[in-house]
Each structure stands twice: as structure tokens, then as C-alpha cells.
């Protein structure tokens, strides 16, 4: 895309009402804009970045058998009172609104009620199960404190998964296949290698859940590692019962600030049961289907992905997640220098490779403070001094290495891209 | 897919509580679920069907420069104050809900307001203009009347585009872009033949806007069509004053009733007025920004196309809508036949062709009622006869030609899909 064409432009000011470098950083780079406190819009820059998260956990998904379904925002009370979360403990995350026609409702904050129900369409007998579905849809949750950027936001698309076994034992073989799908998330957004798969409290649902969590200044929650064995306890679970249990001396864990990056839960029988969600076994009895949540905010990850990477300089983004996979900057406005760099991509967009290209009448420095902010993670860089030369300067800025001139030949460029 | 891993099955019931029969053969299909009345949810058959309408109408917004954005539900009563549609006529459209810190929030039933307030970000200078953002993002009305199945819902993802043009000359011709790419959009997806632009009310905005009408027994509205010219008016602009600007003898227009696809207004200067969207111009001059909105929903439209190729007994949905390009049917369960539909379907998917591919152990009768119900548009069997005399039988659904008998070299059989 030329960037003359893109609707947004690199802000100078830094916004002076976000404190948290994610959204300070991402709306300065025109991906996001802030529609009230805890809401935000994605821009174009910040979708393209969505998008390839988004692309990221769907192929996991997919890979572990999950079917994709699209739920609604607007939930019917009816399913919410049989499981017993339309009022008491939940009460407080609902956004309730009136039908018209007379009625409350309720704005979806997470799905167990309403795809236990829809599954009871699915499930009449032992063959109908186990099966996995999963969505990319917009939660709504009443939050008390919205001041982390997207990282706790009040309107957020969430991946949750929900899966659906006829017994424990197969619940556990597709709850570990998901949180190694989950790993592999976190792996090719770049955060693999901070994320812990965290002991946590099971809440309503079981005894412990799986939290992700991944190290992070900004995170909210406390986790205490075991860096060996590669595993963490959440705060809520950190007591001596619980370390005796998993075998885990307190002399052995480190405690760091951490934010949550996902969650899987096991839920048993908690919402089947509620609902009349049931089987026919082989032998003719009705059993209710044993059922796990997992959950996995695009947005979010977008979010921590920027905290690790960013400052209020600038960011670089990985690869995986940038908006586009090169930075093509023109510098100077001669004839050789356009020609140059237009020819250069139209041969790159040709071949599929995602470019911005500066094409914009501006100084050298202008350009290089932009790119740096909208955070892609290679750049190419046509001026008077590499025509001359005839050729193109490359700087991958994940190395920090200084820039390199390639030949202008298509071929060698796409390899330095794809290394 | 394979049809066993599938979670949906064909329903035999027609769902009693369905009027409309978009509603009832989606519902048979497996392609959405009633969550309550005016809110479907989408299962993974519907899904895909959504998601290459999305695909299409992507395309075609891409095509005339559009640039994709995601904004909001949730929204902020201060910008629609401004505009004057927090209250007064709009009232009824309306959810709102209140923020447990305080204060109500609306859930946005269209985007000019907030979207106009986020472009204030963008706009400075006339080098700022044109640009045009659109997005695929679930708008919320408070529908008093919910009975036409999919083509009416209080919950639907919309495709709305918003263009910011320095005047009314610039934005003529973006108008006129965009009103090609949405009949090329109703061409692709089908339904070209029955959609006319109609003449209808520009509401408080202008005069008229256009709106995109298919004929269609289930619609809600009349329009008075002139067939030879492929113009029509909305009744509601059906008026002699009006028939005579637009030279059009009432003798000459025919009635039907219609379905509204698509819809797109002049907004002028009234959101820039309102919200202070405004740009200097080359001589200095403070001018508000001349604004345009286009909307499609995408599930209306595949409403539409099911009540238009669609019967209690079935559909044959068009190949640029239907989930997967082919039903491979497997006939009998011996290993001859399994094993020639395994190597049909392997050697298909590996070249990209999406295969929906029923490998149950179901009667001949059932499998051929349910696929006339799924509406893939092509059909290949493999059976023991077919097996026997080395061919795979196919049928083309929409032709209604018997089935014909083709070799089970791949490349004849993708050349016949594409044909």
C-alpha cells in the first residue's frame, strides 16, 4: 500500500490521556483510535495486525479439530438463569439492555450458556461427540477499571474454544492438544518465550485452571515461576498447599508482574448438567457431555506483543504480526529515485509480498521517526546514493545491524525477507 | 471436510416456530441457530457461506479504494448528541445500556457519528481528502417485527462504508464507483438479474438515496420497476411530482414486491457540520468535509439468495456462496468405493478445491435428500457401479442435466468444476 493512499498518518503528539505505552504507542501509529474510556477502534494499520493474530490462532484451532461458528452479542436470559449466572456473582460484568418489544437482554461477556444450548441441537447420541467449536467474536464486559490500553478493554474480540467429550479421560487428551496449541500461539506471535503455562484458581468451574501468563511490567496479575521446569502459579493459587502438591519449593520460584494471555478451563459437567445437554451412551443411558472452555483475546495479545517490543520512540513489531512484511521508504523526489522505488514495488507486490511504501514528499528523517513508530520490522530504503550504486539498502531492525545494500534483483531481496 | 467429522447433521423437522423460509432450510441445513427471535447465530456451514459473501464484497471495496477498519458497539452518547440522534426518531433503533462506573452507552445501530469523530483524527488539510473507510462489524437494532428469518434481525454484521470527499463534485464520483461495485457485488453473488437501483427517500440526509432492490415474494417492500431502463422507485418516492423529474411513465413501471440489499446516501455536510469535521482548504478557508454512506448486509444477502433458490425440499445455492465448491457423495461402504472417494477427496483438497465429502454410513436416499438440503451446486458420487467402470458420476445441481459419467483423472474433474 502507498502510504500517500493510507488514511492515517504517524502522530507527533503523544496522547496525553492514556497512561499505558500500548495505546499511547499504537494510536500514535495510527492503529488504533480511542472511542471512549476502555473502547477502542482498529484503523487500518492495527486490523492488518489483528488480523494476522487472528490468522495465527484460527490455523491452531483448525489444526486441533476445531469448527468454526459465529455466536451473538445479544444473549437470552433464559439460558443464563439455568446455569444460574444471569444474576448474583456475574451480575456485575452484564451489560443488560430492553427489547422493544418488552424483555431484557443481556451482552454476551463469554459463551458457555449460549453454545451449550446450541449444542443440544448437535448432541442426540454417543457418535455425536467429541467435537470443537470455536468463534472470533466481540465480548462485552462492564468494567469496573479500563486504563491498560487493549490489554482490558470493556469491547474486545475473543477467540474462545468449547469442547465437547463424552468423558473425562477424552476431555484431558484434547485439553492438552489445546494448551499446546495455545503455546504454539504464543511461539509464532514472538511472546513464547516469556509465556508460562501458569497454575491458576478453576474459579466456579474446578479446582485449578491454566492461565498463560507472560512476564510483562505492565501485566496485572503476580505469578511465580519456576524457570526449569517452565511453570508458574498465579498469585490466587500461591500457597503451601498447593506448592506441596505440584511438588515446587518457594526458595525455587521467582515472582514476576505478568499479564494473562489466555485461560482454559475445564468445566465438567457444571453447564451440560444446567442445560440438559445429554448423550445416549452404548448402553442406552443419558449422560451428560463433559465440556472445557478456552479462551484467547486477539487484541490483547496485539497489546502485550507491543509493551514487549515498544517505547514511546518506536516499536518492532514480529514479523508474524506486523500489518505489512516490508517498510519500502523513498527518500528524495527525483525522477531516478521514484522510478526506483515504484519499480521496486510493483516487482515486490507482484510476488505477494505485503508493502508500505513511503512514497510521500517528506524528509529523510520525517520518514525514518514515522517508520520507526509504525513498528515493521524490515525496511528498504531507495535514495540518490543507492541509485547510484544501483542498489537497495536493507536494515532488519530486530538485529539492530547496520543497513546492507542488496542488488536491486528481485529474487535476492525476497530471500533476505523470507530468512 | 469430511461429513463425519461435520458437528452439524441435516435436520429431517421442519422447525415449527419459522415463518420465513430462508429461516427453516438454514436452519435444516445446519448453516444458523435460532439463539431467539431476530438473533441467529451462524454454525460452521452458514459460516463459510458468510464469509465468501464477506470475501466479495471485500474485493470489490478494495477495488475502489476502500480501506478496512473495526469499530465499535459500544458508543458514546456525546458524539450522537451532536449529530441529534441520541434522541428524538432514532430513539426506537436504539440499545442502550449503563456503565457500572456510571453513565450510558449506546450500542451502535450505524456508524456516521462515530466514525465522522474518529476521522477528525485524519482530516487537516485538503491533502487529507478523499479517503474511504468501511468495515464488517455487527450493528445492533431494537426490531420490532423479527419473522423474516435472517433477512431482518435485531443483531447482523453489516458491511457499511463511510467516503470523506472535499465536495459534493468529488464525492459524485466515488457515489457513482461505489453504486457500480455493489451491482457488481449482487452479480457475483447471484442475484444481479433480480436487483435494481431504486429510487428511494435520502430520509433527513437528501432527497433520495439509492437503494439496491431485489424482487423477491418475501420482501418487505414495493417498488415500481421499469424494466427496459433497469431503474425502479421505492413506493415510498412513487409520486407523480417525482415520476415526472425522473421521465418515467407510471404505465410503463411495473410492481413487485422486494427486498432491500443494499443502500447508499449523500450525507453531505451533515455529520461534518455537526461534528466539526472540517479541513483548510487551499486558500485557508475552514470547509466541511462532504460525506457519503453504503451499506450491504452480508446474512440478509444470503437470505436472499436462499428464499430465491431455495424450497422446503432443498436448495442449489450458487457457486460463489455455497460453503464448499463440490459434495463428494460416497455410496456403499465397501472398500472399493471407500477407497476411490478417499483418493477423489485427497487428490481435490490437495489442489484447493474445498470438498465437503460425505463418508457416513447413511442409505443412498438419505444421503441425496440431505446434500439437496446442504445446497452445494455440484455434486460427484462415487459408487460401486461408477467404481466399476472407473468413473466418478457428476451432476451440476444448477443445470438440472443427469448425471455424467467423467474419468477420475483429477485435472478432468477440476476442469469440469470450473467450467
Given at each position: 500500500?502507498?502510504?500517500?493512499?493510507?488514511?492515517?498518518?504517524?502522530?507527533k503528539?503523544?496522547?496525553?490521556?492514556e497512561?499505558?505505552?500500548?495505546a499511547?504507542?499504537?494510536?500514535?501509529?495510527?492503529?488504533?483510535?480511542?472511542t471512549?474510556?476502555?473502547v477502542?477502534?482498529?484503523?487500518?494499520?492495527?486490523?492488518?495486525?489483528?488480523?494476522?493474530i487472528?490468522g495465527i490462532?484460527r490455523?491452531?484451532m483448525?489444526g486441533?479439530?476445531?469448527?468454526?461458528?459465529?455466536?451473538?452479542?445479544?444473549?437470552?436470559?433464559?439460558v443464563?438463569?439455568?446455569?444460574g449466572?444471569?444474576?448474583?456473582?456475574?451480575?456485575?460484568?452484564?451489560?443488560?439492555?430492553?427489547?422493544r418489544?418488552?424483555?431484557?437482554?443481556g451482552l454476551?461477556w463469554?459463551?458457555?450458556?449460549?453454545?451449550t444450548?446450541l449444542?443440544?441441537q448437535i448432541v442426540?447420541?454417543?457418535?455425536?461427540?467429541p467435537?470443537?467449536?470455536?468463534?472470533?467474536?466481540?465480548?462485552?464486559?462492564?468494567?469496573?477499571?479500563?486504563?491498560?490500553g487493549?490489554l482490558?478493554?470493556?469491547?474486545?474480540i475473543?477467540?474462545?474454544?468449547y469442547?465437547?467429550?463424552?468423558?473425562?479421560?477424552?476431555?484431558?487428551v484434547?485439553?492438552?492438544?489445546?494448551?499446546?496449541?495455545?503455546?504454539r500461539?504464543?511461539?509464532?506471535?514472538?511472546?513464547?518465550?516469556?509465556?508460562?503455562?501458569?497454575?491458576?484458581?478453576?474459579?466456579?468451574?474446578?479446582?485449578?485452571?491454566?492461565?498463560?501468563?507472560?512476564?510483562?511490567?505492565?501485566?496485572?496479575?503476580?505469578?511465580?515461576?519456576?524457570?526449569?521446569?517452565?511453570?508458574?502459579?498465579?498469585?490466587?493459587?500461591y500457597?503451601?498447599?498447593?506448592?506441596?502438591?505440584?511438588?515446587?519449593?518457594?526458595?525455587?520460584?521467582?515472582?514476576?508482574?505478568?499479564?494473562?494471555v489466555?485461560?482454559?478451563?475445564?468445566?465438567?459437567?457444571?453447564?451440560?448438567?444446567?442445560?440438559?445437554?445429554?448423550?445416549?451412551?452404548?448402553?442406552g443411558?443419558?449422560?451428560?457431555?463433559?465440556?472445557?472452555?478456552?479462551?484467547?483475546?486477539?487484541?490483547?495479545?496485539?497489546?502485550?506483543?507491543v509493551?514487549?517490543?515498544?517505547?514511546?520512540?518506536?516499536?518492532?513489531?514480529?514479523?508474524?504480526?506486523?500489518?505489512?512484511?516490508?517498510?519500502?521508504?523513498?527518500?528524495?523526489?527525483?525522477?531516478?529515485?521514484?522510478?526506483a522505488?515504484?519499480?521496486?514495488?510493483?516487482?515486490?507486490?507482484d510476488?505477494?509480498?505485503?508493502v508500505l511504501?513511503?512514497?510521500?514528499?517528506?524528509?529523510?528523517?520525517?520518514?525514518f521517526?514515522?517508520?520507526d513508530?509504525v513498528g515493521?520490522?524490515?525496511?528498504?530504503?531507495?535514495?540518490?546514493?543507492?541509485c547510484?550504486?544501483?542498489?537497495?539498502e536493507y536494515?532488519d531492525?530486530?538485529?539492530?545491524?547496520?543497513?546492507?545494500?542488496?542488488?536491486?534483483?528481485?529474487?535476492?531481496?525476497?530471500?533476505?525477507?523470507s530468512?
Open positions: 500500500m502507498r502510504q500517500s493512499f493510507l488514511a492515517t498518518r504517524v502522530r503528539e503523544v496522547p496525553v490521556d497512561v499505558s505505552l500500548n499511547r504507542l499504537l494510536i500514535r501509529a495510527g492503529y488504533i483510535h480511542k471512549m474510556a476502555g477502542y477502534s482498529f484503523l487500518p494499520l492495527g486490523l492488518r495486525s489483528l488480523n494476522k487472528i490462532i490455523e491452531e483448525e486441533i479439530g476445531g469448527q468454526e461458528v459465529l455466536l451473538n452479542g445479544l444473549q437470552n436470559p433464559e443464563w438463569e439455568q446455569s449466572r444471569w444474576r448474583g456473582d456475574a451480575d456485575e460484568v452484564w451489560f443488560r439492555t430492553q427489547l418489544v418488552g424483555g431484557e437482554v454476551g463469554t459463551h458457555e450458556e449460549p453454545i444450548d449444542a443440544r442426540h447420541s454417543y457418535r455425536d461427540v467435537f470443537y467449536l470455536y468463534q472470533f467474536q466481540t465480548k462485552f464486559r462492564n468494567e469496573e477499571r479500563a486504563k491498560s487493549i482490558r478493554t470493556r469491547e474486545f475473543m477467540k474462545d474454544l469442547s465437547f467429550c463424552a468423558d473425562e479421560e477424552e476431555h484431558k484434547f485439553y492438552e492438544q489445546c494448551a499446546e496449541a495455545y503455546m500461539v504464543f511461539e509464532r506471535v514472538g511472546i513464547g518465550q516469556q509465556t508460562y503455562r501458569t497454575f491458576a484458581s478453576g474459579g466456579a468451574f474446578s479446582e485449578f485452571s491454566d492461565e498463560f501468563q507472560t512476564v510483562l511490567p505492565a501485566g496485572e496479575d503476580v505469578i511465580y515461576v519456576h524457570k526449569e521446569k517452565g511453570v508458574a502459579l498465579n498469585k490466587e493459587v500457597t503451601d498447599a498447593v506448592l506441596a502438591r505440584l511438588e515446587l519449593q518457594r526458595e525455587e520460584l521467582e515472582e514476576y508482574p505478568a499479564c494473562e489466555g485461560n482454559i478451563f475445564t468445566l465438567g459437567m457444571r453447564f451440560s448438567d444446567a442445560l440438559g445437554l445429554l448423550y445416549t451412551d452404548g448402553r443411558t443419558q449422560v451428560p457431555v463433559y465440556m472445557g472452555s478456552y479462551g484467547i483475546g486477539p487484541a490483547r495479545l496485539l497489546g502485550v506483543i509493551e514487549m517490543v515498544g517505547s514511546d520512540a518506536g516499536m518492532v513489531l514480529p514479523a508474524a504480526v506486523a500489518p505489512f512484511a516490508v517498510h519500502l521508504i523513498a527518500l528524495g523526489e527525483s525522477d531516478v529515485v521514484q522510478g522505488a515504484d519499480d521496486l514495488y510493483s516487482a515486490l507486490t510476488r505477494g509480498v505485503e511504501y513511503d512514497d510521500r514528499a517528506m524528509s529523510a528523517g520525517e520518514k521517526a514515522e517508520s513508530i515493521i520490522p524490515r525496511r528498504l530504503v531507495v535514495s540518490e546514493k543507492t547510484a550504486a544501483g542498489k537497495v536494515v531492525r530486530a538485529t539492530g545491524e547496520e543497513g546492507r545494500l542488496l542488488d536491486t534483483a528481485v529474487a535476492g531481496i525476497l530471500q533476505e525477507l530468512a
